[in-house]
């Protein structure tokens, strides 16, 4: 009996694990010579699909699964209650699965949803790669089931349905804001790992910049307080850094930096600005109180609740990318 798995034959071909499974069950979706290279490697290696897993699949359950990268994130907490809101309405249970520290890869992660029997998936917050990407939509081609992403975009595909805010456009507004402010010198303040969310953020931040020639400063740091305290006394080290505004990625991070001006003597925002990027609980319980873009959390993990139903249903999504409205917040941070 074969041992062969898709990822082996993912890996021999040289391609993603969304590409070997479109072989499989829609060929005419793969171009001829990636579809014979593929073919070939099947039969070389004698994989078979996984029909036990599919028997699961295939199965109902009235239950969700929730990826999340990170359970230690606010915004975190309150899109599982707009998922619990929605899914009451069906009720439906909600299985929780967190990456950080507990799966080596996702093929382990995939594995354990599959095996769950869980009707649907929802994949949540700001974080997702390439390697995540395909395994989620690896199990909604070759198991057929159901998959959302929540408040995270993967911009260079439209399989799976996708519902957020347009957070390039949100970048490039609170950006234009602190420039209407007449602040010159403004500084991104995003995160050192890479998030597709802060991508476009910072994408945003430079139009704005670059519409007006102003210089532009990305100052990559941490979430860890820990960290990010140090990185900022590190930049301020320099006398003669004239910072007058800033955007942060997250609320944590605008509130950390806000504290370590204070620290200096530095008024806030007499002399710099600051605009968060969530109005989580951080940004009422700053002080002073922290302007920021509100992200509609609730919302979004209401619909996205919503659209996975009407998926495993078997209704089709016509639109893919589904961007909820997002607001400006303004409170004592900025003029």
């Known amino acids: 009996m074969s041992k ?3 990822y082996n034959v993912a890996i021999k071909a040289g391609v993603s694990l969304a590409t070997v499974s479109r072989t499989l069950n ?24 996984n029909a036990y897993a599919k028997g699961l699949a295939s199965r109902k359950s009235t239950s969700v699964a929730i990826v999340v990268p990170d359970m230690s994130r606010s915004s975190v907490a309150e ?16 299985i929780l699965y967190v990456l950080k520290d507990k799966y080596e890869d996702e093929t382990e992660m995939l594995q354990e949803v599959v095996a769950s ?36 975009v993967y911009p260079y595909d439209d399989f799976l349905t996708t519902v957020s805010i347009d957070y390039y456009k949100a970048g490039y507004e609170v950006t234009k804001k602190l420039i209407d402010e007449g602040r010159k010198n403004i500084y991104m303040l995003t995160t ?26 990305i100052f990559r740091t941490s979430g860890d307080i820990v960290v990010n305290t140090v990185h900022f006394n590190e930049l301020f080290k320099d006398k003669n850094q004239k910072i007058d505004g800033v955007v942060a990625v997250r609320d944590s991070i605008a509130v950390s930096f806000i504290n370590c001006m204070i620290e200096k003597g530095v008024k806030i925002p007499q002399d710099i600005s600051v605009f968060g990027f969530q109005n989580t609980k951080y940004a009422s319980l700053s002080r002073p ?3 920021c873009i509100d992200i509609p959390i609730i919302d979004i993990g209401v619909k996205a609740m919503h659209l996975l139903k009407l998926e495993i249903d078997g209704q089709t999504i016509e639109e893919r990318f589904n961007e909820l409205p997002h607001n400006i917040i303004l409170r004592e941070t900025t003029k």
């Open 289 to 291: 109180k922290l302007s």
């Open 4 to 6: 062969a798995t898709i």
């Open 192 to 217: 050192a790992r890479k998030y597709m969310v802060n991508d476009l953020k910072e994408a945003g931040y430079q139009k704005a910049m670059e519409e007006e020639n102003l210089p532009m400063n």
């Open 26 to 49: 829609n060929p005419e979706k793969v171009k001829p010579e990636t579809r014979d290279r593929v073919l070939m490697v099947i039969k070389e290696l004698g994989y078979k699909p």
């Open 117 to 152: 029997q869980a009707d649907g998936i929802l994949y949540m917050n700001d974080e997702i790669n390439e390697q995540q990407y395909n395994a989620l939509t690896l199990i909604k081609e070759e198991y057929g089931i159901p998959v959302v992403l929540a408040n995270t």
């Open 79 to 94: 899109m599982v209650n707009g998922i619990a809101i929605e899914a009451k309405k069906y009720n439906y249970t909600l």
